[in-house]
């Protein structure tokens, strides 16, 4: 068994996708059942909380850059962190963190759309879907047809997490994640990971 920090809690179309960090190997880590399935929203891994898990591979692990998936196998509830601490908390962790403009995370590999989404493309896959940010600019929630989306600069980012939203200042640091590998039907357009905001803290 190995500490996990839970990071993030998202929406998904089935179940929920919680983000955490393998503190002992120092790795992003996303969990999954005990058979490889999505977790449901009555899962108890809070943002902030601290558990010793057993995790294993899944038997069906997803294309790259989607290299984050883990089966929990067992868990034990250590103790929860107040929100003030989280952020402190992961940078003790020592996972890489991105300070700068957004282009400088995933690897350098985003690309961003003529309305200012952003997404990889299977010619430039970075070596993981999520990735920490400290912001160098005010981020600015926005409704857009019915869904929040967030505004950094000239860019724009789906908000996928169960936070309230608000402003986010410059120099928070935030989670990003990319969606799965898509293509819409009826589009002469290759396959992409979209990038979304997860949450931040």
Partial sequence: MGKVLIVSRTKMR?????????????????LHTDHGANLSEEAPYAIGGLWEMTLESPWNPRKAPHAEDMM???ASFVSDLPKTMLAEEIRQTGVPII???LEETFDKCLKFTSNGK???????????????WVTDDDI??????????????????PFVGF???QK??????????LANWWKPEDAEV???CYLQLSGWC
């Fill in 99 to 101: 300070n700068g403009p």
């Fill in 140 to 157: 600015i929630p926005v409704l857009e047809f019915g869904k929040t989306i967030f505004r950094y600069k000239d860019r724009r980012m």
């Fill in 190 to 192: 290759e396959l992409r």
């Fill in 118 to 132: 952003g997404y990889i493309n299977e010619q430039n896959v970075p070596s993981n879907s999520v990735a920490l």
């Fill in 72 to 74: 929990v196998k067992g």
């Fill in 14 to 30: 089935s179940g929920i996708c919680v983000g955490g960090i393998d503190v002992d190997k120092k790795k992003f880590v996303r």
């Fill in 163 to 165: 936070q309230d939203t």
């Fill in 168 to 177: 986010i200042n410059s120099g928070t640091l935030v989670r990003l994640s």
